[in-house]
């Protein structure tokens, strides 16, 4: 994308992303912020900008921030999706995870619900991260059976490294009937990444929303 938006602007453009995800997510929604002078003619830049990028990256819009505007460290939310098919398909092959066995999805959410009552996410962080918190606000965790698909929706202010497709794979578990509520329980007061469940394939998580204050447009 930098070498795209320099290209066709003939500056070098250095892009700062909402943040970073792990290879093979998805973004159905990204931000980045660059400066620029004075520029009006965003339409045909975006038109130009996606004639170059390749087929799976598109840009949607762009517009004038307020001045120091950030797009990672103004972001005050992000939603996350996980996708799991209960049937093979072609068509989601690459963009879910695959579980034939059957899932408790009411154990699952009574378990999610669990999150909203913790801070402390230590036990679901990529170990030996340079973080200096652990500490996370969840807003929202929740699964739905949307008939082709089961989703996981989880909101919150940051995440840490993984920390989605470890909580998946932990509720999974309960899922599986592996796990209890108390086990669930004991996992987050452990802080130990060890005792949580496996992460789940990249594939099937998508970035959905990030959301900012309203002050940061012009």
Not at 119 to 140: I, L, M, P, Q, W
Not at 155 to 171: E, Y
Request: charged share 30%; aromatic share 12%.
């Amino acid at each position: 994308m930098e070498e795209a938006f320099s290209k066709i602007l003939r500056r070098e453009i250095v892009l700062i992303g909402a943040g970073r995800t792990d290879t093979g997510v998805h973004a159905k929604e990204m931000f980045a912020h660059f400066d620029l002078d004075d520029f009006s003619d965003f339409d045909k830049l975006i038109y130009r900008l996606n004639a170059l990028l390749p087929e799976d990256i598109a840009v949607q819009e762009i517009f004038t921030v307020s001045n120091g505007a950030h797009a990672r460290f103004d972001a005050v939310e992000r939603t996350y999706e996980y996708w799991i098919v209960r049937q093979k398909s072609p068509f989601y092959s690459d963009f879910s995870y695959y579980i034939k066995y059957p899932l408790d999805i009411e154990s699952m959410n009574a378990a999610a619900a669990l999150l909203l009552e913790y801070e402390d996410f230590e036990c679901f962080s990529k170990s030996n991260t340079d973080v200096k918190t652990y500490r996370c606000d969840v807003k929202k965790a929740i699964w739905e059976d949307r008939g082709d698909k089961i989703v996981f929706t989880i909101s919150a202010d940051r995440f840490l490294r993984n920390m989605v497709r470890a909580i998946v794979g932990t509720l999974l578990d309960v899922g599986f009937g592996r796990l209890t509520l108390d086990d669930v329980k004991s996992i987050i007061n452990s802080k130990d990444r060890s005792n949580a469940g496996p992460s789940v394939p990249a594939k099937g998580l998508y970035l959905t929303s990030v959301r900012y204050p309203d002050t940061n447009k012009n």
